[in-house]
């Protein structure tokens, strides 16, 4: 595994809410990184207890976590470890209930 990987690797699995992103919660930088946190948001995550990366600040993680994943698009929601999908998968599950549990599982 590489230094990068090792990097994402950690940031992954040492917090239980991460997103990969195009700017951060308060000025998100491309359309798809703001309906990504307005569902977060909606799903009841307080942007202050979120952990956002900003790949734009860091190429090697912008890449890098494309590989991580096995997923070519950014934004990327991480919870609890386990990849869950871009914000097209995140509003999906956000309408059918499921991000809701998977981000709230003792409030389901």
């Known amino acids: 595994m590489s230094d990068t990987q090792e990097r994402i690797d950690q940031l992954v699995k040492s917090h239980d809410v991460v997103l990969f992103m195009k700017g951060s919660a308060s000025f998100p930088m491309c ?10 948001k909606a799903s009841g995550v307080d942007t202050k207890n979120l952990t956002t990366v900003n790949v734009l600040d860091d190429a090697e993680i912008r890449q890098g976590i494309k590989e991580y994943s096995n997923w070519p698009t950014i934004p ?16 999906e599950m956000y309408e059918s209930g499921e991000l809701q549990q998977v981000l709230n599982p003792a409030a389901a």
């Open 76 to 91: 990327q929601l991480y919870v609890k470890g386990e990849f869950v999908g871009g914000s097209d998968i995140m509003m």
């Open 31 to 40: 359309g798809f990184s703001g309906r990504a946190i307005q569902v977060l």
